[in-house]
């Protein structure tokens, strides 16, 4: 708050230098398309534009009497926040057509959902909404009738839209949930759920919960750092009245405004077709539609340690796993088949691969590619060997070949021997082949 008083005092300053301290002329009017909550003025305002920053993109304007709260002089409003007029008549003609959706705003239903530069389905995609994000309707306007899949018109009307980000376009209002909104944050009506009393509801709503799978890895030891990253979880969103859930599958939002009870920990998200179950002290049922209609349930769960914390473990077992092979070469060399050496980045070249053509690779395979240590050893393998790795070799055609080995580092050198991926199992590595392929390498320093 008190840099926003400063920047706004600032501003103030640059306008007394830039127009003068005595005066209080305007370059024109403009009306407020989308709200200002600092201060609290709902769109469709007229407000006095006394300039224009192009540092800030945004118009500088007075304040009306009836929104002036706090003795201020000067209001920011970002450059398409406000349809801008030279003459104080041509905005308030604007303004009273605008009346009609002045202070209407939309929620996005679907993901993905377009906008476009026409009202029409055919129409060139300009903006891609994302799924429960605000747009504001300026206007409705006639267009092309959008048709389903099956040929039948959809219900619905095309309006033109404006997102926070400034762009502009149309959109047909099928996936859109309208609604009047003043000048309190969006999104942030308070959310009604009793807690008092309920242990197991203030649990569910307290904690971020994550795929069972992500305990299975974390217990088995084999993590899987893509799926880790992207951070797959349920939240209820008792902040903001929307809670979220992101999968592998897909994602799903889900604004509500009440959480009833429906049985012995049991909930309901009303207006939805969420509801959660608590199975234990650490594991959440959850079930919901899809926008299909089709049921879906998934299991989610509460870790022990961060996500964030699981992931910089895993990343720096696997570099301790490189360091020592990095330490121990970089150069390792076989009389039958080339010479492979390591960089610190974790790529490898491997001269004289022209050996394996044929043998153990495709002719189609260079000597040099990526070395990855995500693969891990069970049962008596971990004790028999030093780990498991795969050498991604790079492709002439473009891409990439995934070889596993299971290696062992010793004195003399590196032993490498090749693993079918047949034997793999979830980067897994339980039994070596029955016919196994190995390679020998001396160490040169």
């Known amino acids: 708050m008190r840099l ?17 301290a005595c005066s209080k002329k305007n370059m024109g009017w403009g009306v407020l398309l989308w709200y200002i909550d600092d201060p609290e003025i709902p769109s469709g305002v007229l407000l006095p534009v006394q300039s224009r920053s192009n540092i800030e993109q945004a118009w500088i304007t007075g304040i009306p009497e009836a929104y002036d709260t706090q003795d201020r002089q000067l209001a920011m409003v970002p450059l398409p926040h406000l349809e801008y007029f030279r003459s104080k008549a041509a905005a308030e003609k604007y303004a009273e057509t605008f009346a009609e959706y002045a202070v209407i705003y939309a929620e996005v239903m679907q993901d993905g959902l377009p906008i476009r530069d026409k009202p029409e389905n055919n129409a060139r995609r300009t903006y891609r909404l994302r799924l429960g994000e605000y747009i504001k ?16 018109p959809l219900e619905g009307d095309w309006f033109k839209v404006l997102t926070e980000s400034g762009s502009v376009g149309f959109c047909f209002s099928l996936r859109l949930r309208m609604f009047e909104h003043g000048t309190s944050p ?8 009793d807690t008092s009393g309920d242990k197991d509801l203030e649990l569910v709503l307290s904690r971020i919960w994550y795929p069972e799978s992500y305990r299975t ?43 009833t009870k429906t049985g012995d920990r049991s909930w309901n998200f009303d207006g939805t077709s969420l509801n959660v179950i608590l199975r234990s002290e650490t594991t959440l ?16 769960v509460i870790l022990p340690v ?22 121990r070469g970089p150069r390792f060399v076989s009389p039958n088949y080339g010479t492979m050496t390591l960089n610190a980045a974790g790529d490898f070249r491997w001269g004289g691969i022209e050996a394996l053509h044929g043998e153990l690779l495709p002719d189609t395979v260079l000597g040099s590619g990526v070395l990855d240590l995500e693969y891990n050893l069970t049962g008596d393998m971990a004790e028999r060997y030093t780990g498991a790795m795969a050498l991604r070799f790079d492709r002439a055609s473009g891409g990439r070949l995934t070889c596993v080995f299971i290696y062992t580092l010793d004195h003399q050198g590196l032993r490498l021997e090749f693993i079918p991926a047949d034997l793999v199992s979830n980067r897994n590595v339980g039994r070596r082949s029955p016919s196994p392929f190995v390679i020998y390498f001396s160490t040169e320093h």
């Open 306 to 327: 961060s996500v964030e914390n699981i992931v910089n473990q895993e990343k720096e077992r696997r570099q301790n796993k490189f360091q020592g092979l990095y330490n």
């Open 137 to 152: 309707i300026l206007e409705k306007v006639e267009g092309v009738d959008a048709i389903s899949t099956t040929g039948t």
């Open 285 to 300: 049922e959850v079930e919901w539609e899809d926008e299909n209609k089709a049921k879906q349930k998934e299991s989610f």
């Open 217 to 259: 890895m974390i217990n088995s030891g084999n993590l899987d750092l893509d799926a880790l990253s992207k951070n797959y979880s349920f939240t209820s969103g008792i902040s903001t009245g929307r809670a979220r859930i992101n999968l592998e599958k897909g994602s799903a939002e889900f604004p509500y405004r009440r959480i």
């Open 4 to 20: 926003m008083k400063l920047k706004y005092f600032l501003l103030f300053i640059l306008l007394v230098f830039s127009l003068g």
């Open 186 to 193: 969006l999104g942030e009506a308070p959310v009604e759920a």
